[in-house]
């Protein structure tokens, strides 16, 4: 919502104390971005925001009472056919008795800025008229992040995350005092619950570019704070990986990972609009599955240390896959994750070798697709897109240390090899994921047996012989359930 679309809410309220907007909505419309989210301050907030629900015809919630916040939802439709966008006004209790002294209570300089709204028939705002006591407006030009004063985490942990999280939205640098300080007090991050902490983790790794800013939240030693399970990575096959072991290659592959994201028509033209289609589908509401699979790339493999082998100067991690998907389990739950997404995470993870045993056939059977996406569903795709990264993060390690006795990764191939199993996927989707000809309850019938396990294995050898088109009519799928049950094997 632009400045002036804001400001017109307010025409026609009349309220004894001046109400202000500050922070992320001032700092917007000096960038000239639209928003969505609007706070503001004033004395008596609870009144005003009342004022305003009426006025506007919207719905008032109370966000936080000990804190006296207080939230008005505008829907504004453009079309019938669309969904309307959503407008979030927050009005919380001025605090410190000023403008001034609230500010000064705020994060970051380029968020501790005010405008006073005043109704007026000219709705415009000049630089003259934002209060900006720490020099918000200067940091904002030369795209800074820095630390309104020394007790901001003290006051709030959690902003040492979202110093990170703003850096990434905006593509601001963090100044060196402000980040010194994280280093300094990262542990205080602990007292702040999880739940925010996923929320703005999520937030970050929803930006481009994100890989850079889990690397600085590392090293400035937040991350190991949250997941303490990365210390044991640094140390894991540095024979092979260099220093700081997989740990390295996981960042390294993410950033690959967001490259491929970003510009999959390059790495697979044919079809990246359908891809692109799916990798915006949500998980749950507002996170889409392109985000969860770098979660999932963070975490494939945690297992790693624990299972590290030396065969001569070559590191093996035989199981790694079942391992890292335990770890994800333990550390997504512990940050709050849901239910969903921890079950997506956990099913790329667990499967995330696959694509590259099936790239290795050479020759991909029918079978073996079907098997694939039978297991996987909806993480197919995502963990095959998945693997086009971790073959070209591994391929560069094996270049850089070329003089070790390490098998050879050639990532064209296997990124040919994706290429073709999606091709197959989109044109053979029938076959692939074939619909059932029969169904349990005819098979107990026809045959006269119990339900239980039996039947489900018979409904799973009938649909891969469905995908191998060994079985392709209701008759034919009788006939080799019958097959089934007189065999040797029944």
Request: charged share 30%; glycine share 4%.
């Amino acid at each position: 919502m632009s400045v002036a679309g804001i400001l017109n809410k307010f025409k026609n309220i009349k309220h004894p104390h001046k109400p202000y907007l500050v922070g992320g909505v001032v700092r917007d419309i000096l960038l000239q971005r639209n928003t969505k989210d609007i706070d503001l301050v004033c004395k008596n907030a609870r009144s005003l925001a009342k004022k305003f629900a009426k006025s506007t015809g919207s719905s008032f919630f109370v966000l936080d009472e000990e804190n006296k916040i207080y939230r008005v939802v505008i829907k504004l439709r453009t079309t019938n056919d669309e969904p309307p966008t959503i407008y979030d006004y927050d009005f919380a209790e001025m605090r410190g008795g000023s403008i001034a002294a609230d500010l000064a209570l705020r994060d970051f300089t380029i968020d501790a800025m005010a405008l006073e709204i005043v109704a007026s028939s000219r709705l415009q705002v000049a630089s003259k008229s934002i209060i900006d006591p720490f020099g918000g407006q200067k940091d904002l030009k030369n795209k800074i992040i820095r630390m309104v004063g020394k007790d901001i985490y003290k006051d709030d942990p959690l902003r040492m995350m979202r110093a990170f999280r703003l850096a990434a939205v905006l593509g601001f640098k963090i100044e060196n005092n402000t980040l010194a300080l994280i280093s300094h007090q990262a542990r205080l991050i602990k007292k702040v619950s999880l739940e925010r902490v996923r929320e703005e983790l999520i937030k970050i790794l929803s930006c481009p570019g994100s890989t850079a800013y889990i690397r600085a939240m590392d090293q400035h030693e937040l991350l190991a704070v949250l997941i303490p399970e990365i210390k044991k990575l640094k140390t894991a096959a540095r024979n092979f990986y260099g220093s700081d072991g997989v740990w390295r290659h996981t960042l390294s592959g993410m950033e690959y990972l967001e490259t491929i994201i970003l510009k999959i028509n390059k790495y697979i033209p044919r079809y990246a609009l359908k891809i692109n289609q799916h990798m915006n589908t949500l998980v749950i509401a507002d996170v889409p599955r392109w985000v969860i699979l770098k979660m999932a790339y963070l975490l494939h493999d945690f297992g790693k240390p624990d299972t590290e082998t030396k065969e001569g100067k070559r590191s093996r991690f035989f199981g790694h896959e079942l391992a890292s998907a335990l770890y994800a389990d333990k550390i997504l739950t512990r940050l709050h994750f849901s239910n969903k997404e921890i079950h997506t995470i956990k099913n790329i993870i667990m499967n995330h070798m696959r694509p590259g045993n099936l790239s290795a056939l050479g020759k991909i059977s029918d079978k073996a697709i079907y098997r694939y996406f039978r297991d996987l569903k909806e993480e197919g795709l995502d963990t095959l897109v998945l693997s086009i990264a971790d073959a070209y993060t591994t391929e560069e390690t094996v270049i850089s240390r070329k003089k070790q006795d390490i098998y050879p990764v050639d990532a064209r191939q296997h990124l040919n090899r994706v290429r073709a199993i999606i091709k197959r996927y989109y044109t053979q989707h029938r076959q692939i994921v074939p619909k059932n000809l029969l169904n349990g309850h005819e098979i107990m019938s026809r045959f006269k047996i119990t339900e239980g396990p039996l039947i489900g294995k018979m409904i799973n050898s009938l649909k891969e012989a469905q995908a191998q088109k060994l079985v392709t009519t209701k008759a034919q799928a009788y006939e080799y359930c019958n097959k089934l049950l007189t065999s040797d094997e029944k």
